[in-house]
């Protein structure tokens, strides 16, 4: 399965000690497919209790607001919060559920990448989803509000949370025609 190396709770000796470098390093010190999910591309799944996908999603911009006009960026240069891309993101986990082709999300788990923030935990419970199974935590410490309350409403509100062990380290796609 995959092995997730721990991250050290200090950075080696001579590694920086300012916020940024000391994150670059944490970064660093996963393996690329986590490095991959804590650098922004999140994928989410509703899956049924037999595990049919009932609706798979990723982080992206509303419909009909295109790439081209609205920024990717994590920070501004001029510290505009409307120059990055926070405000404007759906997050993987509400568009799995928005799209799912089944009847209702209540009762059904919910996979994602990365652990839900707050507005959608709400959202998750709102739906009735059950179960929510995921791959890496991106809260390192436990000073991040959104994470420490999005384990708060999730753990009152009966959903289970568990971190899921993948029994493949990855699947690969062959495109080669099957029948050469
Ligand atoms: N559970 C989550 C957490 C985050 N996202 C989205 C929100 C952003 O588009 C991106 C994370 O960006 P970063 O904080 O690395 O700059 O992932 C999500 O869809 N689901």
Redesign the pocket.
Known sequence: GIRQRRTPSKPPRGKGSSHGTTTSWRLRSFQPSVQRI?????G?CLVSQEGIILGIG??GFPRGCSDDKLPWA?KSARGDPLET??PY??????NAILNTNHASAAGQKLY??????NE?AKIIIQSGVSEVL?FVE?RIDNSDHVYVASHNLLSMAGVKVRKHQPQMAQIPINFQDPRV
Request: with cysteine; aromatic share 16%.
């Open positions: 804590l650098t922004g591309r999140v989410a990723y982080n994590k891309k926070y993101v759906v997050h993987a986990e509400v994602v990448t990365m652990f839900p923030c959608c995921y991106k």
